[in-house]
């Protein structure tokens, strides 16, 4: 469970946990109370009461005794260790939700695993038009326009597409699985009863995009003259004038650091007036 827990619901760093022990007046450490989740030999789990003192950052984990006559030592998670001097709702919460969002993953897993392995031989490929204006578009770059005037009697300038072509085709055949599956999971119970059952419980789909009724961008109401008015009063960068020389000021700022030298440096020994430093 310790990869689903979500730390946001902690109200303490661990070393703070740790801290919490002190005493303030006497500065001696009194180990800190808690319930810890036990299990037995057969693999059944239940809550004991346990003494926390202390915490191994290296391997995220807490390490007391269980108070109890035994007082044997003991190593718990985050996520199996209830603090007495935290709200146990909250904690409640953090563990459903790492339950739960372990089962999300479990799902999920399952869930590509199937689309990977469903047959593709009967679904449609790409069509010509489609994989020549794929291939168009990948051979835009410039180094493959460079490469291409090398091999101009092939039809592709040398430069091989096949591999291109089947990664289209596969993510393309596992496009249209996924939709095929996911069409099958939304049809009721009654009409899957023949089909072999997943028990998937995947997560919730995220709400639809709520179409905008312009193709723009809102904004809040203001006066766009008066508005762009103010920016170039107080900006000179709209000027071209100003923009070029600057443009030439960095390029004298260059030249000098690679060229010239505003003092020369190269005489040692001896002293110099301003005049024959520069």
Not at 262 to 275: A, H
Request: negative net charge.
């Amino acid at each position: 469970m310790e990869p689903f827990d979500d730390t946001e619901y902690d109200c303490r760093l661990p070393e703070e946990w740790i801290e919490y022990g002190n005493d303030p007046v006497t500065g001696a450490f009194n180990p800190i109370p808690g319930k810890g989740l036990f299990r037995d030999e057969q693999g059944r789990g239940y809550w004991r009461p346990v003494l926390i003192s202390s915490y191994e950052k290296d391997r995220n984990v807490f390490t007391g005794n269980w108070d109890d006559e035994a007082a044997e030592y003991c190593e718990l998670t985050r996520i199996n260790l209830l603090f007495n001097a935290e709200d146990p709702r909250i904690f409640s919460q953090r563990v459903a939700q790492a339950h739960q969002e372990r089962i999300f993953a479990d799902s999920q897993i399952r869930y590509n695993f199937f689309i990977d392995n469903m047959p593709t031989l009967e679904l449609p490929e790409l069509d010509s038009e489609q994989q020549h204006r794929i291939i168009t578009m990948a051979l835009s770059a410039r180094f493959l326009k460079e490469k291409m005037k090398g091999g101009k009697d092939d039809k592709n300038g040398g430069v091989d597409t096949t591999s291109i072509l089947s990664e289209v085709n596969l993510d393309y055949g596992r496009t249209m699985n996924w939709i095929i599956i996911d069409k099958t999971m939304e049809k009721p119970a009654n009409e899957l009863k023949d089909m072999i059952q997943a028990n998937l419980s995947l997560p919730p789909k995220p709400p639809a995009k709520e179409v905008p009724q312009f193709g723009m961008v809102p904004i809040p109401q203001h006066d766009f003259p008066e508005q762009f008015s103010n920016f170039c009063f107080n900006s000179l960068f709209i000027k071209e004038e100003v923009i070029k020389a600057m443009v030439e000021i960095r390029a004298e700022c260059n030249q000098l650091l690679l060229d010239n030298h505003i003092y020369d440096v190269s005489v040692k020994g001896k002293t110099l007036r301003v005049e024959e430093f520069k």
